[in-house]
């Protein structure tokens, strides 16, 4: 049988990668100094590896199952609270001037705040999203009401006031590389998100689960009719999405050294930017989307204070005119 | 007479308020390839949907292999063997060509004989393995989209207009594949435009119309009755060749 002309190579894009870069230098000039352009990037690159990890699971929900999420917030709330509870409690243990002392608390509270955020994720899939699977507007008006309802309930268990967080030691302060003040903690923000974008790059790319929610983001009715049971798959995703969500929630209160109970609410917005600049059910989108994100509210953040959050949506209206689907459009059946 | 291996029976399908299916009746035999004829809109697809289980039937009966499948979900059928090739080939396109047919076989990587009986039957796809199955040209994707329905022995393949854009060489080419499947232990239900292909593949044919069976008997029967072929389908086999 004739195969016809050769295919074009599939080449990877990477025109959206360069968008990192292009920002950082972009600021450059408009920094007054160099250290302290290094200091802003390493927070940008930092506070992007958070929401990636806050949004990575929101983005896989909406390629797999179409489905609007507004409630992803509370799954980051309960997160923080709960790897807060388990931090504070080991008080002894974060104070200690050594790294083991501090991995014994660290290690229980995150795993604490993923399986608490994940539990929650597969109750809310039960109970509050399957019964409006394919109808957008319930979907919104269901999962903003739970966020509420969510929200409500922290202020009974945990109370209304803000718990302020204090840092294990070892992730305390800086060090100093050249002229410029490194935080510790932003750079373990940075590993830890690189290994968890590494993580799901693996699955995705290397595993036949992963194979299966790529396919499966493209054309849930076809893997369906191949035999695999999407909706199985489906729960899976979202609860893992939502322990993520956990884990960048919990880092995200370390970052803020707080935790109050609109920390989630307060990142809806921002997750929803770096979805959409993304392209909507795509993780690598996601990612570099999320560190543009993080980088455009630091500079902003620094050169003017009161722009940053408009600085991300300009961000996003401009990415959408340059590509109205986003940086990597996911193909869609 | 053996039992049909699927049979519809009666089968009413909705897709929101409108009435698609009116009650059909039909049977695919054990063996062979039937085709399924009609107009535009008469039917022909939403039956191939309603026995794979996209569309859920609202009174009938499917039954399949001596079994009813009627209220049996997508993935369960799939699992009975039953195979699905819809008229946009639902390509993986984000996914290579290997990609593709690896996913379509559920109990693990194809084994190698099975391959190059693929491989012979679609020489592109061994070309294009690692290739993006989205940067294949509409036949090559049509091939892919047949090969992942039959990476594993399959009992029934379902084939929504498989000659569809395709260029006259390409439909040659899936003629040859047809007759060769027709050779294993596979029934084909096969949707179709193209008169000269269903004429030269077909064994058993149904004619739809309005969501209704019309007519069934053997291909043969139909193709050397121009009469009848003006009847059911407005134009004769003749007229498309």
């Known amino acids: 049988m004739s195969s016809g002309s050769s ?37 940008g690159l930092a506070m992007g590896m958070m929401i990636f990890m806050m949004a990575a699971g929101l983005t896989l929900v909406f390629g797999l199952m179409d489905i609007m999420n507004f409630a992803h917030g509370v799954f980051i709330s309960v997160g923080a609270y709960a790897g807060t509870t388990v931090l504070l409690a080991m008080k002894p243990s974060m104070q200690a001037d050594s790294l083991a002392a501090n991995l014994s608390a660290i290690v229980p509270a995150v795993l604490a705040a993923m399986a608490l ?53 070892t992730i305390t302060g800086s060090f100093i590389v050249g002229d410029a003040a490194i935080e510790r903690y932003r750079v373990l923000a940075v590993l830890v998100g690189l290994a968890v974008f590494a993580a ?84 690598g989108g996601c990612f570099v989307g999320a560190l543009l994100v993080g980088l455009m509210a630091n500079y902003t953040g620094y050169l003017a204070p009161k722009l940053a959050l408009g600085s991300n949506i300009l961000l996003m209206v401009l990415v959408l005119l340059w590509r109205p689907r986003g940086l990597f459009p996911v193909g869609k059946a | ?32 390839l039937t085709m399924l004829l009609g107009r535009n809109g008469a039917g022909k697809t939403t039956t191939l949907r309603t026995v794979m289980g996209l569309w859920q039937a609202s009174a009938g009966a499917i039954r399949y292999d001596g079994a009813e499948i009627t209220r049996r979900t997508t993935p369960e059928r799939a699992r009975l063997g039953i195979a699905y090739v819809p008229e946009n080939m639902g390509i993986f ?53 047949i090969a992942r329905a039959i990476v594993e022995p399959r009992r029934l393949v379902l084939v929504d207009e498989p000659t569809k854009g395709l260029a006259p060489s ?72």
Not at chain 2, 4 to 31: C, K, M, W
Not at chain 2, 179 to 200: D, G, I, M, P
């Open chain 1, 117 to 169: 955020a994940g539990f929650l994720g597969w109750f809310f899939e039960r109970v509050v999203i399957r019964p409006v699977y394919g109808d957008h507007l319930k979907q919104i008006l269901v999962t903003m009401g739970g966020l509420i309802v969510v929200e409500q309930l922290i202020h009974v268990v945990w109370g209304p006031d803000i718990i302020p967080l204090p840092r294990p030691a």
């Open chain 1, 200 to 283: 799901m790059w693996l699955i995705l790319n290397r595993t036949r689960l992963g194979l299966l929610i790529r396919a499966g983001v493209e054309n849930r009715e076809m893997v369906e009719s191949l035999g695999y049971r999407i909706r199985t798959l489906f729960v899976g995703v979202f609860v893992a999405g939502s322990a993520l969500a956990g884990l960048g929630g919990v880092m995200w209160a370390l970052y803020q050294e707080s935790v109050n109970a609109q920390i989630g609410m307060q990142m809806m917005v921002v997750l929803f930017i770096v979805l959409i600049i993304g392209g909507l059910g795509s993780v």
């Open chain 1, 7 to 43: 295919l074009p190579a599939q080449r990877l894009d990477w025109l959206p990668l360069a968008l990192i870069p292009a920002i950082a230098l972009a600021a450059l000039p408009f920094i007054p100094s160099l250290p302290t352009w290094v200091t802003l990037t390493v927070a």
């Open chain 2, 1 to 32: 007479m053996a039992e049909a291996l699927l049979s519809l029976a009666g089968v009413n399908t909705h897709i929101g308020q409108y009435h698609i299916l009116q009650g059909v009746d039909f049977e695919v035999p054990r063996a062979g």
């Open chain 2, 93 to 145: 396109a984000g996914l290579t060509v290997r990609e593709n047919v690896l996913l379509a076989a559920r109990s693990g990587p194809p084994e190698d004989r099975r391959l190059e009986w693929i491989f012979r039957l679609f020489p592109a796809l061994q070309k294009f393995w690692h290739a993006h199955a989205g940067n294949l040209s509409g036949g090559q994707k049509q091939m892919l989209a």
């Open chain 2, 170 to 241: 390409i439909i040659a080419n899936m003629i040859e594949a047809f007759r060769e499947l027709k050779r294993t232990e596979t029934s084909l239900l096969v949707v179709e435009q193209n008169f000269h292909f269903a004429r030269s593949v077909g064994d058993t044919v149904a004619v739809m119309d309005s969501g209704r069976i019309v007519h069934a008997g053997r291909m043969a029967d139909l193709a050397a009755d121009d009469a009848l072929q003006q009847k059911l389908l407005g134009l004769s086999l003749q007229a498309h060749q």
